[in-house]
C-alpha cells in the first residue's frame, strides 16, 4: 500500500499542541500545499489569514466555540480559511466555493501531519466576532478556522478534552457509501 494511503490514514484532529513554534518554512510548506489543490476553473477563490500579533492571537481565541476554547488557545499557528463565493460561481444551485476551499483546508492537514504537526479544522467559531476582528469585508466569507502545531501531550489535557481526544478514529465501511449502478445498491 503506498505511503500517501498511510498518511491519509493516520493523520488525525489533536486537540494537544506543544509549544515549540513553527519554523517560517514550514508555515510556507503549508501554504504551497493548500495553494496547489485543485478548483473548478482553477479559480482558487481562497484567502488565508494567519493571527500572529497578540491581539489577533487574543481576537481568535476569543472567538472559539467553549468547547474549542479549551483546547485550541495553545495552538502555535492560528488561521482563518476565507472563501470568495463571487469568485467562484454557484452551479446546480451549489455553493461550489466551497468545495475548493475543503480541497485546500485537507491538503494542508495531511502535508502538516506529514511534516509531523497536527492541524485541526474548525466550524465551531463566532462569525461576527472573526468578520469584525479581523476586518473580513462582507464578500468574503470565513468557513473554518484551523490550529496547527508540532503535538503536544495527551496526558497534558484536561480530562473532559482527553476524552475526546482518545476517542478511537472511524470511518464508515466502502460499501455504506459507495453503490453500483443504482443509488442505494451497495458497490462491493
Ligand atoms: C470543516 C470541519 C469543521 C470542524 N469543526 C470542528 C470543531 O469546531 N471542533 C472540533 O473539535 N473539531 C472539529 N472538526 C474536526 C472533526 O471533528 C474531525 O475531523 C472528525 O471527527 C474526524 O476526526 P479526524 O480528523 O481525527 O480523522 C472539524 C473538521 C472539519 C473538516
Not at 34 to 52: K, T
Not at 128 to 142: E, R, S, V
Request: with cysteine; charged share 25%.
Amino acid at each position: 500500500m503506498s505511503k500517501l494511503l498511510d498518511v491519509i490514514r493516520d493523520r488525525r484532529s489533536d486537540r494537544h499542541f506543544s509549544n515549540k513554534p513553527l519554523e517560517a518554512e514550514t508555515v510556507e510548506a503549508l501554504l504551497d500545499a493548500f495553494r496547489w489543490a485543485p478548483s473548478s476553473n482553477n479559480r482558487q477563490p481562497w484567502r488565508v489569514l494567519i493571527a500572529s500579533s497578540p491581539e489577533a492571537v487574543r481576537i481568535f481565541d476569543d472567538a472559539l466555540s467553549a468547547g474549542n476554547k479549551q483546547w485550541a488557545p495553545p495552538a502555535a499557528l492560528k488561521m482563518v480559511i476565507i472563501g470568495v463565493p463571487e469568485e467562484q460561481p454557484e452551479r446546480n444551485g451549489l455553493q461550489n466555493f466551497m468545495l475548493d476551499m475543503g480541497m485546500a483546508m485537507q491538503n494542508m492537514m495531511v502535508q502538516g501531519y506529514a511534516m509531523g504537526l497536527t492541524i485541526h479544522a474548525m466550524a465551531g467559531f463566532d462569525y461576527d466576532k472573526i468578520c469584525k476582528g479581523f476586518n473580513i469585508p462582507a464578500n468574503a466569507k470565513p468557513v473554518a478556522v484551523m490550529a496547527a502545531g508540532y503535538r503536544g501531550r495527551v496526558e497534558d489535557l484536561a480530562e473532559e478534552v482527553r476524552v475526546k481526544d482518545l476517542k478511537p478514529r472511524t470511518r464508515k465501511a466502502i460499501p455504506e457509501f459507495t453503490y453500483r449502478d443504482n443509488y442505494g445498491t451497495a458497490f462491493k
